[in-house]
């Protein structure tokens, strides 16, 4: 079973944030949480992970709670090629045996 | 960087065959691939675990005799689905590990398999 759960759908309108939300409540003091998407008929794409801390790169941003049970992935400005299903995911940062689950996500739909 | 490959792209072939699918890692080492199975409007089924030099570990109701896994290098794992049936029918997608105390996976762009 999916360690997340994240709101099935949102919308956006294009060049507005789009703020994508997951609850990770049973998450463990060794695990990152890492955000994927799926674009249709496509294979996903790495977004963006983090521990703790707030995370930023060319595609999104991540905030994550202080108590970590929580996170939202931050796209500044939305697109139209933005469209795609949003997987939140936990996992740690190594170990080797780690087996990852995906749930069912949030479809993400950009409207002009 | 971190680009992973599929082969073929999609595949239609007859009740019976056998399919054999290719998963690359272009530009790294891949200690650590998976395979994923995704039927329409659903999400990525995890298939199995495929460890370089090592046996796959395959998840509980996954035939390891139909989904025949080799990892024989750092930059390639196969999937051969032998003997494919209709219900074989879906999108097959890989994605690799760097394995350098990182868990993040790169994806495969997906093979999607039709069997008549």
């Known amino acids: 079973d999916a360690k997340t759960t994240q709101p099935p759908s949102m919308d956006c309108a294009e060049g507005r944030a789009a703020n994508l939300p997951c609850n990770h409540s049973t998450i463990s003091g060794n695990e990152y949480v890492y955000w994927y998407r799926q674009i249709h008929s496509q294979g996903p794409q790495y977004i963006i992970h983090g521990l703790k801390n707030n995370e930023t790169n060319e595609m999104a941003s991540l905030i994550i709670t202080e108590d970590r049970k929580s996170s939202t992935l931050i796209l500044p400005h939305a697109t139209l090629r933005d469209t795609a299903v949003y997987y939140c995911i936990v996992g740690p940062a190594s170990g080797g045996s780690y087996i990852p689950t995906f749930g069912r996500g949030t479809s993400l739909i950009v409207h002009p | 960087g971190a680009v992973v490959s599929q082969h073929p792209s999609w595949v239609i072939c007859k009740s019976g065959t056998s399919v054999k699918i290719e998963c690359r890692s272009l530009d790294f080492q891949a200690t650590t691939m998976f395979w994923y199975r995704q039927f329409p409007k659903q999400s990525l089924m995890l298939m199995a675990t495929?460890?370089?030099?090592?046996?796959?570990?395959?998840e509980q109701g996954v035939e390891k005799d139909k989904f025949l896994i080799n990892h024989a290098s750092l930059t390639l794992s196969t999937l051969t689905v032998t003997s494919a049936h209709p219900e074989d029918s879906s999108f097959y997608i890989c994605?690799?590990?760097?394995?350098?105390?990182?868990?993040?996976?790169?994806f495969g762009p997906g093979t999607r398999l039709l069997v008549l």
């Open positions: 994605s690799a590990r760097r394995g350098r105390g990182t868990e993040t996976q790169y």
């Open positions: 495929s460890n370089e030099g090592s046996k796959a570990t395959y």
